[in-house]
């Protein structure tokens, strides 16, 4: 769990410092299955992508969870809340839950973001 308890702490503090960005890109296996707005997308690079083209729209994000918990199937759940400031548009919030799956050697394999209203990512 000390993956999970860690990716949206070092999410919030990427964008402010390389060695945290590393941290963060360091949790995910190469092989990460991410699935946002319903669409999946395969591998690290492509999670990466992700992440740098979060942090070009958004001036400073901040997220909050109720910590993961595990379900039945072995997935892990959180419900996560966030404040950002976008460029474009100024503040938002934003409430949602992610699932996520952990490989053999505690990397995050899967990861699916579901934000409550379902525009937080069209533009992605």
Known sequence: MDTLDAYFKLFDEARYSETSFDALVALFSENITFVL????YHGKEAWVNFVKKVFE???DLKH???GWYQKDDG???A?????GKRYATGVYTQEGIDI???D????????ENKPYDANLFSSI
């Open 64 to 66: 909050m969870s109720n």
């Open 100 to 102: 996520a799956k952990l």
């Open 75 to 77: 997935s892990y759940e």
């Open 37 to 40: 707005n319903g669409h999946a």
């Open 57 to 59: 729209m958004n001036e």
């Open 104 to 111: 053999k050697d505690n990397k995050i394999s899967y990861l």
């Open 79 to 83: 419900k996560w809340a966030i404040c």
